[in-house]
């Protein structure tokens, strides 16, 4: 593994995890001297506001693009929600599918930290040099954007082994609800046996009183 000393002391390896994670928390650190306008809002949530598209998405499609489990993500949803940043519903075609708006205030909480990012953007920007800086930003993008065709991917396997899952229980249902017949004796035998019954207690003639 190559080596790249900055200092004698320096002895860390020089590959792209080591640096992603310094950048990483020197980004938290300069946003975090940032004015907060919303001190109930830490990082992560900041960061689950902004993956919210403008007209809202399933809890299961935020959970893949923010690479969490349901569970996860639904703490921090219920979180956002308690302190009125978000708004979430029932879908109308599936009762079981959960939905997530932003609200104006988690517009606002967002559109607020677009603009903090941009200042730290410019900052780093004037440091290493426009050019420099904006070749690094699409390399970053190129190699990024391949997450999120996992993530689809991830989530299209999901949906359908709920699929499958659901399928299975529809049909156990349906076999409990059909009518049982004698051990041993075949299916059509005992539809048979069914129908002849109600023949004969149809054509059983009433008694007068």
């Given at each position: 593994m190559a080596l790249r000393k900055l200092s004698a002391d320096d002895v860390l390896p020089d590959h792209v995890a080591r640096w992603l994670e310094a950048v990483d928390r020197?980004?938290?650190?300069?946003?975090?001297r940032e004015p907060r306008a919303f001190p109930e809002l830490r990082g992560s949530h900041l960061r689950v506001l902004q993956i919210i598209p403008p007209d809202g998405l399933r809890i299961t499609d935020l959970a893949g693009l923010a690479g969490m489990t349901k569970q996860s993500i639904g703490e921090f949803v219920n979180y956002l929600e308690d302190f009125g940043f978000v708004g979430t519903e029932r879908s109308?075609?599936?009762?079981?599918?959960?939905?997530?708006?932003?609200?104006?205030?988690?517009?606002?909480?967002?559109?607020?930290?677009?603009?903090?990012?941009?200042?730290?953007?410019?900052?780093?920007?004037?440091?290493?040099?426009?050019?420099?800086?904006?070749?690094?930003?699409?390399?970053?993008?190129?190699?990024?954007?391949?997450?999120?065709?996992y993530a689809q991917d991830a989530d299209g396997q999901a949906d359908q082994v709920r699929d499958a899952r659901r399928e299975r229980a529809e049909n156990q249902l349906a076999q409990r609800a059909a009518p049982e017949r004698p051990v041993g004796q075949p299916r059509y035998h005992a539809a048979a046996a069914d129908r002849g019954q109600r023949g004969q207690a149809e054509r059983r003639p009433h008694h007068v009183k």
């Open positions: 020197r980004l938290s650190i300069e946003l975090g109308a075609s599936d009762r079981r599918v959960r939905l997530v708006r932003r609200t104006a205030q988690g517009d606002r909480a967002s559109e607020l930290t677009s603009q903090a990012i941009g200042r730290v953007e410019r900052r780093w920007s004037e440091e290493v040099g426009n050019e420099r800086f904006n070749v690094m930003k699409q390399v970053l993008r190129d190699l990024g954007a391949q997450s999120l065709r």
